[in-house]
């Protein structure tokens, strides 16, 4: 399996790429006119998106998804009339991995990092922060493992 494009999350003035799908759970509850398609093998889920956090409230602000022939289509497709959405429908953990990447996994988002910020919510609020950092001596033991890697 090929990585896959995050998803963007503008926080703090700051912009991250995130490991995960908060749009997921939304689009398993609906039923949409066409099936997205996979426009690369780095987007096997069919869509981008572009997430923000105002208030303490996460807000869904940009949405490219392909259907049909690669048609592109943006957030009216999910939801019309609206610019952006306040994603109330999420509950979960939002991961930001951070510091170096020190293993690169060709596949999801499984490569390694010296720590991941998770940011998480309760329908479409934060409430609560942290970061788990990886001590000094897992980070020697996986660039061990990858420096005896054949390839």
């Known amino acids: 399996m090929t990585a896959q494009a995050r998803d963007i999350l503008f926080y703090n003035d700051e912009r991250f790429f995130i490991a995960t799908e908060p749009l997921e759970g939304y689009l398993k509850t609906i ?4 099936n997205l398609v996979a426009p690369t093998t780095a987007c096997w889920r069919g869509y981008y998106s572009k997430w923000a956090i105002d208030n303490n409230k996460l807000f869904l602000i940009e949405w490219e998804g392909y259907i049909l ?24 953990e939002i991961r930001i991995p951070v510091g170096e990447m020190i293993s690169y996994f060709h596949g999801g988002y499984l490569s390694k990092y010296e720590g991941d910020r998770f940011l998480e919510f309760k329908v ?3 409430v609560n922060e942290y970061t788990k950092w990886l001590s000094q001596e897992e980070i020697d033991r996986i660039k061990k493992r990858n420096d005896e890697l054949p390839f």
Do not use: M, T
Not at 31 to 34: E, G, I, R, T, Y
Not at 75 to 82: H, N, R, T, V
């Open 31 to 34: 039923s949409l006119p066409h």
């Open 69 to 92: 022939d690669y048609q592109k289509v943006g957030i009216e497709y999910l939801f019309p009339d609206e610019e952006f959405v306040f994603a109330n429908w999420y509950s979960g």
């Open 124 to 126: 479409g609020e934060l």
